[in-house]
């Protein structure tokens, strides 16, 4: 079994992640975009080391979220997305059509991350 940490991820605007170990401040692993799942920048998460590099970096893989650092994004309302105005959060959220609440195409809004949409 690899071996388990938790801290800090920073996540990138491409979507890929950079953990550094808490314990070690010289020891910090990229997360590629295919193993963040749905963490986001800033979120406290746990990651597995995994065996491998990629191009001489040492690699994780998130498997839990154990807090977001922020629930709430502004962006501009899209069909059935808000994408953000962060540029750091690199996905659009998902709105279901009993959550739009009027919403029009191009209209602001300020959507809240909901527990079954943070995991």
């Known amino acids: 079994m690899n071996k ?3 801290g800090t991820i920073k996540v990138t605007g491409k979507g890929a992640g950079y953990f550094t170990n ?3 401040a010289t020891n910090d692993f990229e997360v590629q975009p295919e ?3 749905t963490a986001l ?16 970096r040492k690699q ?3 498997t839990e979220i154990i807090s977001r650092k922020r ?4 962006g501009m309302f899209d069909g059935a997305f808000v994408i953000p105005d962060d540029k750091k959060m690199y996905r659009a959220i998902s ?25």
């Open 71 to 74: 629930t709430t994004f502004v």
């Open 22 to 24: 808490p314990a070690d």
């Open 95 to 119: 709105i279901d059509s009993a959550n739009k609440l009027g919403a029009k195409d191009g209209d602001k809004v300020q959507p809240n991350l909901s527990t079954a949409q943070a995991k």
């Open 60 to 62: 994780a893989k998130v």
């Open 35 to 37: 193993n963040i799942g």
């Open 4 to 6: 388990i940490l938790e």
């Open 41 to 56: 920048n800033n979120d406290t998460v746990k990651v597995e080391v995994l065996e491998h590099e990629v191009y001489g």
